[in-house]
């Protein structure tokens, strides 16, 4: 699904582009959603998605080592937004997996778990964002 229009963000950071920097990601995801009253309903869902994206954005990126991932989180109605940028010219592409395949699933998980995602080129041309829509679990 593609998005065109950019929305506010209460909170965004950009962290170094490794994979060293997800947990990072998921610790700031965590206390921004603590900060909610409705937060603790997205934990465990928005934590898996965010950690699939930002690693995807980490290990498929064709961008150079010194760009920044950028990631923005924004509770929308009762909608958490997630949105992982990077200045990489690829696009997710959802795939089959095999059973033996040790890796390929991530997005499956964002699929499988988002209300809805998508990937929208970023303001200005370089690179894109993959977002996400997570519903609260009861």
Same mark, same amino acid.
């Given at each position: 699904?593609? /998005?065109?229009?950019?929305? @506010?963000? @209460? %909170?965004?950071? #950009?962290?170094? $582009?490794?994979?060293?920097?997800?947990? !990072?990601? #998921?610790? =700031?995801? !965590?206390?921004?959603? $603590?900060?909610?009253?409705?937060?603790? =309903?997205? %934990?465990?869902?928005?934590?898996?998605?965010?950690?699939?994206? %930002?690693?995807?954005?980490?290990?498929?990126?064709?961008?150079?080592?010194?760009?920044?991932?950028?990631?923005? %989180?924004?509770? *929308?109605?009762?909608?958490?937004?997630?949105?992982?940028?990077?200045?990489? *010219?690829?696009?997710?592409?959802?795939?089959? $997996?095999? @059973?033996?395949? /040790?890796?390929?699933?991530?997005?499956?998980?964002?699929?499988?778990?988002?209300? #809805?995602?998508?990937?929208?080129? !970023?303001?200005?041309?370089?690179?894109?964002?993959?977002?996400?829509?997570?519903?609260?679990?009861?």
């Amino acid at each position: 699904m593609l /998005e065109t229009c950019c929305r @506010p963000h @209460p %909170f965004a950071t #950009r962290l170094d $582009s490794c994979i060293e920097a997800t947990p !990072r990601a #998921r610790h =700031l995801l !965590r206390a921004y959603l $603590s900060g909610l009253p409705t937060g603790p =309903l997205y %934990f465990d869902i928005a934590e898996l998605l965010l950690n699939e994206l %930002f690693a995807n954005a980490v290990q498929h990126s064709d961008a150079p080592d010194d760009r920044h991932i950028e990631i923005h %989180f924004a509770l *929308t109605g009762d909608l958490l937004r997630l949105e992982v940028h990077d200045a990489g *010219t690829g696009h997710p592409t959802l795939r089959p $997996s095999q @059973p033996d395949d /040790e890796r390929g699933r991530g997005l499956f998980l964002v699929n499988e778990l988002a209300e #809805r995602w998508g990937c929208c080129p !970023r303001t200005g041309g370089i690179g894109k964002y993959v977002w996400a829509l997570i519903a609260p679990t009861t």
